[in-house]
Structures are given as structure tokens and as C-alpha cells.
Antibody, heavy 121, light 107 residues
Framework: EVHLVESGGGLVQPGGSLRLSCAAS????????MDWVRQAPGKGLEWVGR??????????EYAASVKGRFTISRDDSKNSMYLQMKSLKTEDTAVYFC????????????WGKGTTVTVSS | DIQMTQSPSSLSASVGDRVTITCRAS??????VAWFQQKPGKAPKSLIY???SLQSGVTSNFSGSGSGTDFTLTINSLQPEDAATYYC?????????FGGGTKVEIK
């Protein structure tokens, strides 16, 4: 069965850093584009960024709100993806979801359960 | 950025009712629209891609239509388990953007 499990969330002070992980099981991460999507408390969904697959040189895209502060990486040998977050702001407080895209397509299909990041002093 | 405007923001309907949610894109996006269902405290679930194609395992009680700028998600016969918030999303251009959500409640 296909699963995505996020980890690494927690409480961090403004200006701090945090690294989220997404562990995939039941499929090979290497073929897929992967996204991070977040949801602030009581709010809607916000796309954070994407990593493409090896065939597309692992290139990345980011939302303007996180560009220059967040970095997406992946280790296909560990079937895992990561979100390195720096210079965190209170408005980055959210549940962060790891999301798989269908192979050779650009739409999402499988979501993880999410990990909570709280940025507060 | 492409804005996705959903309406209504909430609705209340009875079991068995036909429910329609609309999503309008600020510019033409062909059929590159997906729909998601989210229940409280849970991760979103993918329902539809390419405006009208059902994700694997999704009941045919859900259907989608539209192309260009106007899209709809229809629940053909509302069931108690359909109480949730529904989001549309465009995936034709970065940044990927979601609609604001439609909360569906059961009367």
C-alpha cells in the first residue's frame, strides 16, 4: 500500500530553522514529482513547492512566499523527500503535507497525513 | 498568479440532494483542474483530475466538468460521509493555486 509519512514538525522561534522529512513506502519515489502543501490553522490549502524527478534533473519550483527561505531536496535511495525551512516567520505556522504526483503527469494523487510546524516566541 | 474562485463558500443540503460546487479560474487553464475533499483534522483526499476524471477508488457519486475558466464538482446524491470541505486546484502554471474551499454540511 502506498504511504507518505511526514516528520520533523515542532515549535520553533521566529528566525529559526526546521527540516521536515517525508518518507515514502509502497512505491519508488524516484519516478515521481513531489510537492509540499501547507495549511495554516483554520485556513485553506497553500502550495509550497515541488521537486521534479531524476529524469528532469531534480529541478524545483517554489511559492513566492517561501522562495529563498525554503529548500526542497530528495534522496531517492532512501525513498525520502525533505523541506529545509530557514528564517521562519509566524505566518509559516501550518500543517505541512507531502504530496505525490502521478508519474509523467502534473497532478497530485497521494497525500501524507501532515506534520505541524508552529513558529512562535 | 492564476486565481481560483470557488462558490459557494459553504452550503447545507439534505441527504440525497444533488450538490454543485463551482470554481472559476482567472484565466484559461484548459482542463488542468483537480478537486480534493478534506474532512476535519484529516489530510485532503484526491477526487478528480483533468477536470472530469475520477481518481482510482473514488465513487462515481462524484463527477466533474468544465474547461477553460469554469469548472464544477457535482455530488450526485449527497451522503452523510460527504460532509467535508472541497477544494479546486489548477496545475497548469506555477505557482499552483487552490480555491478557497467550499464547506458542505448535511441538514
Amino acid at each position: 500500500e502506498v504511504h507518505l509519512v511526514e516528520s520533523g514538525g515542532g515549535l520553533v522561534q521566529p528566525g529559526g530553522s526546521l527540516r521536515l522529512s517525508c518518507a515514502a513506502s509502497g512505491f519508488s519515489l524516484s519516478d515521481h514529482y513531489m510537492d509540499w502543501v501547507r495549511q495554516a490553522p483554520g485556513k485553506g490549502l497553500e502550495w509550497v513547492g515541488r521537486t521534479r524527478n531524476k529524469a528532469n534533473s531534480y529541478t524545483t519550483e517554489y511559492a513566492a512566499s517561501v522562495k529563498g527561505r525554503f529548500t526542497i531536496s530528495r534522496d531517492d535511495s532512501k525513498n525520502s523527500m525533505y523541506l529545509q525551512m530557514k528564517s521562519l516567520k509566524t505566518e509559516d505556522t501550518a500543517v505541512y503535507f507531502c504530496v505525490r504526483n502521478v508519474v509523467d503527469q502534473y497532478y497530485m494523487d497521494v497525500w501524507g497525513k501532515g506534520t505541524t510546524v508552529t513558529v512562535s516566541s | 498568479d492564476i486565481q481560483m474562485t470557488q462558490s459557494p463558500s459553504s452550503l447545507s443540503a439534505s441527504v440525497g440532494d444533488r450538490v454543485t460546487i463551482t470554481c472559476r479560474a482567472s484565466q484559461g487553464i484548459s482542463n488542468s483542474v483537480a478537486w480534493f475533499q478534506q474532512k476535519p483534522g484529516k489530510a485532503p483526499k484526491s477526487l478528480i483530475y483533468a477536470a472530469s476524471s475520477l481518481q482510482s477508488g473514488v465513487t462515481s457519486n462524484f463527477s466533474g466538468s468544465g474547461s477553460g475558466t469554469d469548472f464544477t464538482l457535482t455530488i450526485n446524491s449527497l451522503q452523510p460521509e460527504d460532509a467535508a470541505t472541497y477544494y479546486c486546484q489548477q496545475y497548469t502554471t506555477f505557482p499552483l493555486t487552490f480555491g478557497g474551499g467550499t464547506k458542505v454540511e448535511i441538514k
